[in-house]
């Protein structure tokens, strides 16, 4: 049962262009996630977000950026896309912080053409 | 480098076997988990164990977790076609860390 809706689920662009992904939970989570997985399904953590307070990873470039409204919205903006972004991007949340379960949204699939 | 890291990248079984994935990690740890993601979905919680305990169950699954040796194992027993998915173990860096790490997943199929 999924409850940690993603939007959309696919989307194909160029490259220097603009996206932006949807994530919502609806398990009245604290904290909420980013990860890229890539075509040999490698998960890598992008950011996590709780109580207004966000943390990085250092190696993702700084053309992505999360965007919240509340805490059970994390959205994902990549502002000029380039042809290594395309990837899954899933989104998660926890109830308190990663050392818990993990719900994970079924992804956002990117194409840069 | 991954702080955990599955031991084998594909693995295949027929329905009614058992299987194992094994797991290595680089750091200590509070806890350890299993996931477990199909085609086109996000990855599923299927058991987490802490370090302070050595053996987990979930119906068919079985993990266990080695500090010692910085290892962990996952045993499906009686396996079934719906059981083909891809397995990874996940970490976080120590208590507290913000950050659960994944390996990089093994790829189970299990044949009729």
């Known amino acids: 049962e999924t409850a940690v809706f993603q939007t959309p689920n696919y989307h194909v662009t160029q490259v220097g262009n603009e996206v932006s992904f949807n994530c919502k939970q609806t398990l009245g989570h604290d904290t909420m996630y980013w990860y890229k997985q890539d075509s040999k399904k490698l998960l890598k953590i992008m950011f996590s977000y709780n109580n207004k307070q966000l943390i990085v990873n250092e190696t993702v470039p700084r053309r992505f950026s999360p965007q919240s409204s509340d805490k059970a919205h994390l959205n994902l903006r990549i502002k000029s896309v380039e042809p290594e972004d395309s990837a899954v991007y899933l989104c998660?949340?926890?109830?308190?912080?990663?050392?818990?379960?993990?719900?994970f949204g079924h992804g956002t699939k990117l194409s840069v053409l | 480098s991954q702080l955990a890291e599955e031991n084998s990248w594909a693995l295949s079984v027929h329905e009614g076997e058992s299987v194992t994935v094994n797991c290595s990690y680089k750091?200590?740890?509070?806890?350890l988990q299993w996931y477990r993601q199909k085609s086109g979905k996000g990855p599923a919680q299927l058991i987490l164990?802490?370090?302070?305990?050595r053996e987990k169950r979930n119906g068919r699954l079985r993990a266990t977790l080695d500090t010692s040796s910085q290892s962990s194992s996952l045993s499906i027993t009686a396996t079934r076609c719906e059981d083909t998915a891809v397995y990874f173990c996940a970490t976080d860096a120590s208590s507290g860390s913000w950050q659960l790490i994944f390996g990089s997943g093994t790829q189970l199929t299990v044949m009729p």
């Open positions: 750091t200590s740890i509070t806890a």
């Open positions: 998660a949340s926890s109830h308190k912080n990663s050392n818990e379960r993990l719900f």
């Open positions: 164990i802490r370090s302070n305990e």
